[in-house]
């Protein structure tokens, strides 16, 4: 039995660092992660890493240079002949990134004298004042501590009667390896992995259509920076379909055909190479052998937890995707870090009002706090200011002018309420209204500081002018 102060079980984004931030508190730490390489090694960084926010992003980046080289390198004045694309080495380009960031977290541990097993991590029972661990995997091994936390993520979620195979019918794992240009692509749902997915295949000349069981687009999203991505999209060539209920699904040697109607009831079938799924995911708790120790899950199969992360066991612990609320690597990391300090006695703390969310289209959309629609339902007064790419000096330069920021203010007071961005670089953008909010500040604080010229940032410093109807550019 190898005893330690906390044992995190799970290697992702929430569990990894969790693990990082506990040692550098002084602890005695083990992290048990079961992902597994191509050759069988470790792969620490869970989904996150392996088949989610890492490799995807790569695929995107790929897409991107080749969408551009196909038709925007000529109004540049860059001729090119012959244009194509190697799928394979694109692929094994995202291996590789993947891998850096795998070996780039085992270093991490190496650093910080965090012990790693490569395994699964599974309840034993509750013993002396902690609990005992096995990891199961190629040596099996005997754990205990007295703190747990516990960061196994999440899995996609399967529709009924059209299980995974992830070669016709693929998860986000089987999107990212799809060996070559499908003619016909279609995806069951417009969330951030159906829509990033159908990006990267629509720029490489797939015809992908995307059915959506919701009447709108982007529900969670502003219904005005919505209306401009669906917009955006549609011009793209992505065929999105809203409002759909999709029937039977049936594999055969030529492919997927989807039965499906359409908002107004219409019957259809849609035939295609390759369908991916993405209507979701749902906790990972297979295999931890909650009841050994009496952990209780919901009825989704989640760890209950309170505002803190505190299971219903004492020395407990549960981060990430595995708990409620968004399923973000980012708001694991501050979860997971939040959590190492509370059990060393500190106060960790996140502020769910101030994640930001991120879809990495192009153009990209992201956001933080409170939609127009959520204020209004709320009846709270407040001021809306907008501010387009197309006025932005720097978006005209790059040639890429689609979108806008909006900015969202208390009308009594001014703080900022919310900030949305759709258009180029928004994922870097939103960290300025991140810190804005934490700090509450307001629209007009924001306005008052000077931002570089030229920049795309400019917009959001006229987005915060025009809360005042006061911008100097538009």
């Given amino acids: ?40 090694g470790p792969a620490p960084g869970g989904t996150c890493t392996n088949v989610g926010c890492i490799p995807s992003k790569a695929l995107l980046q790929s897409s991107e240079h080749f969408e551009q080289a196909g038709h925007h390198f000529a109004e540049h004045g860059i001729g090119l002949k012959d244009l194509s694309i190697d799928v394979p080495k694109m692929l094994a380009r995202k291996d590789t990134v993947v891998k850096q960031n795998n070996d780039g977290i085992l270093y991490l541990f190496k650093k910080n004298k965090v012990t790693f097993f490569h395994g699964r ?38 529709l009924p009667g059209a299980p995974f195979d992830e070669e016709l019918i693929l998860s986000n794992d089987g999107a990212l390896r799809i060996g070559g240009v499908p003619k016909k692509l279609g995806l069951i749902g417009s969330g951030v992995i159906g829509l990033e997915m159908g990006s990267v295949w629509r720029r490489l000349g797939a015809d992908v259509t995307i059915l959506e069981g919701l009447p709108t687009f982007l529900g969670a999203v502003d219904e005005q920076i919505a209306k401009e991505a669906h917009k955006a999209f549609s011009k793209q060539g992505l065929k999105i379909e809203l409002g759909v209920k999709v029937g039977e699904i049936k594999t055969g040697k030529k492919g997927v055909s ?72 980012h708001k694991a990391e501050e979860e997971g870090v939040a959590v190492a300090e509370r059990i060393a006695g500190q106060h960790g703390h996140v502020n769910f009002n101030t994640v930001p969310w991120v879809i990495y289209t192009s153009p990209e959309i992201a956001w933080v706090g409170q939609t127009e629609q959520q204020l209004k339902a709320a009846g709270r007064a407040y001021k809306a200011g907008t501010f387009p790419f197309m006025a932005n000096g720097r978006a005209r330069a790059l040639g890429d002018t689609t979108g806008m920021v909006k900015f969202l203010a208390d009308a009594a007071t001014d ?53 005042d109807k006061r911008t100097l550019n538009f």
């Fill in 1 to 40: 039995m190898k005893n330690f102060d906390i044992i995190v079980i799970g290697g992702g984004p929430g569990g990894y660092i969790a693990a990082i931030r506990a040692a550098q508190l002084g602890f005695n730490v083990a992290c048990i992660d079961e992902w597994k390489n191509s050759k069988g």
């Fill in 121 to 158: 991590g599974s309840f034993v029972k509750a013993a002396d004042g902690g609990y005992g661990i096995k990891v199961s995997g190629a040596a099996e091994e005997s754990l205990s501590a007295k703190q747990v936390i516990v960061a196994t993520g999440s899995n996609a979620r399967a």
């Fill in 258 to 329: 989807i039965a499906y109607s359409d908002a107004k009831g219409a019957e259809h079938k849609l035939e295609v190479d390759k369908l991916i799924v993405s209507i979701g995911r749902v906790p990972n708790t297979n295999g931890l052998n909650a009841e050994a120790v009496g952990l209780q899950l919901d009825e989704r199969g989640a760890i209950v937890v309170d505002d803190d992360c505190r299971t219903n066991l004492p020395g407990v612990w549960a981060v990430g995707d595995v708990v409620r609320g968004p399923m973000l690597a």
């Fill in 415 to 467: 703080e900022i309420l919310g900030v949305h961005i759709v258009g180029p670089f928004a994922s870097e953008l939103i960290a300025e209204a991140v810190v804005a909010m934490e700090f509450k500040a307001s629209a007009e604080d924001i306005a008052r500081i000077c931002h570089a010229h030229p920049s795309l940032s400019e917009a959001t410093k006229e987005a915060a002018l025009a809360v």
